[in-house]
């Protein structure tokens, strides 16, 4: 298998998995009050515009990690498997965490449970990138080694941040779904992903449309 | 990244957004009666043809749109994910304007949360299209200059339109449903698509496929 | 837009509404009882067997006919688009279909509803046929012009026999659903597919790897 | 058609149905007692993992038997089809047997028609198999015949292992369900996959990202 046609396959479960998010946002029960229904419902779709942002992102930076692959094996493909399964499983955490701030119930345990699924998520981007990683094993040669110890490094650094802000779930859920979708445009601009993006394009062969 | 890759990933959201559409239509709950039952939901019937018509176009003008793309940056990719943000939402405002009109209760307020998502949405291309066309920063070579004013005009004429059209909600929903597909049928016929398709298809390098 | 952009497109609506099938069978509500729950489901799976093979064999065919096609214009789009709108909707009827022939309770009507829904379905396969061909407007030279008479008269007989089976509906719908499977199959070893694949394999480019 | 087109479409229902197979887990209905609620629906999530696995591994297989196959016909399309419904399908039995084993009812049922719903999985294996292997009808050159008597062995063995554990679901459905897991963990290292892997690749002309 070459690495093209998994990243496709992870691209339409990415592209399935933002798409499918709308369906758990419950639709309104009493259309005679539907004004006060759906302003209820604002956290469903805070939570909606957060998880459509982790996933859009997560898209984003798994391609820049493919870009630096130049070979695939069995354990790059079950890493990658397990990471798709914490992405396919976002949208269950989201609906949960929307309709309980709609509650207003339960709602530090359904952050938790948002942040646990992001933990895995965490621990599951480190995974992917140390079996690509160590040894160089699955590296393109163009990949300089100095950014190699950042990256590990920095995805390291992201799985602990994102267990310590389970703890926030406990302090208040609009703090921490606020923080989740920060985090989200963190990894937007990170320094992964910024100056990864740079080494790749002058030996890669995509031609005159990557990024600059 | 290059566009065609950002192009596919976009597409298969255009894909499931559309699919999923049919999802939102309530089932029947009372089979004895199921004829009354059909019949009585025929506005989630209309709701889903504008927007399956309205996201089936939008695709089209998508790819109008990446066709005079010649390279991509990251807020060109960001502008593009909020873009797919308003798509991808789209079939929760349908499935409730449908339910409202086939209950008869709540439909101006249904109806102006639909015509808010259009909003959003339009305000999305506008952003889009100032992003890659300001100073030419992302345009083909090909694309005339002349055509570049039209189409930022028409694109912002666009967004007041769909502003305007959310006064309707509050008077007619039914009348607003109507002008939203017949927006959608303008989009498919309006100056931007229609006189930009010419000057890329000499120029490019589609061969002998593409529209004439 | 070339031609295989549109197609994989239309793939896309194939395969999410081919897949999306499975969420139309209702989930039992008393596990006390889960085998006769199960059991009493079975017309849902029989209705999710027929729908499926109908999107399978059709997403073949729509293949067969793209591969007829040289050129695409704005009216195939919107032709190929109507088309799709109809087999994205089909999910909708299938689960009606189930679960009225589970409860056996308005089996008629739900069956004539899914009857008008492949009506529709195969008009849109004349139209789009029609628009392709006629006048040879956007075949290949290398399709023969002696098959586009045959092609045009069996599409335009299926919309006819598509419409007479509605009546079936309204003597007994588990006939009906069988016939409208028996339908599917022929479709798949109908004269259109099965002469008209062969003419354009030799002058196509696609190789070794084509149907022989 | 050409075999990659098939599997792109076939990758397009892997993709979807891994993705939907979170929306078969039951939302919570009390969000006071969340906390328990959702430690409630464990077995909905485990049901989840196991079946991400499952037909996850089963992309990934699917991806080997196309490797070994250089043309494709009619036969084969429709034993395709037969399969990616059987993958399809799965969602429901997923969630039911969830929702079973997270109320304590109808468990053994619930395991049961999972594991049927696999013996029809396998059997479409076996099917499209020897469709493909027999004489070597559809098989490259470069494919070993010793390996094709090993493989045809190895699919029906697992037809009948997949037969004999729906018996376990008569006894335990926690440990029908683990088996289950296992089943697919094996695949994903069985002979069939491992060995045959290694002689298609010097053969093919997949380049240097293939697996080693």
Chains 1, 2, 3, 4 share one sequence.
Do not use: K
């Not at 604002?42 to 997560?58: D, R």
């Amino acid at each position: 298998m070459n690495p093209s046609r998994l990243e496709t396959f992870s691209d339409g479960v990415f592209a399935i998995a933002i798409t499918v998010l709308v369906l758990t946002i419950a639709a309104p029960n009493h259309y005679r009050v539907l004004g006060s229904q759906l302003a209820h419902r604002w956290p469903s779709l805070a939570a909606y515009v957060v998880s459509f942002t982790v996933i859009g992102i997560m898209w984003l930076n798994h391609h820049t990690v493919f870009s630096h692959v130049e070979t695939i094996d069995r354990g790059f493909i079950f890493a990658n498997l397990l990471l798709l399964m914490t992405i396919g499983f976002l949208p269950y955490p989201t609906g949960v965490l929307g309709e309980a701030l709609a509650r207003g119930q339960g709602t530090r345990t359904a952050a938790a449970f948002y942040g646990v699924t992001m933990v895995c998520n965490a621990y599951s981007w480190v995974f992917l990138w140390l079996h690509a990683s160590r040894r160089r094993r699955l590296l393109r040669p163009s990949f300089p080694e100095s950014e190699r110890a950042i990256a590990t490094i920095l995805f390291t650094a992201g799985a602990v941040v994102y267990t310590l802000v389970v703890g926030l779930a406990f302090v208040n859920a609009y703090a921490f779904l606020a923080v989740q979708g920060a985090l989200a445009v963190y990894y937007a601009f990170d320094p992964i992903s910024r100056r990864a993006a740079r080494p790749a394009s002058p030996g890669g062969a995509e031609g005159p449309g990557t990024i600059p």
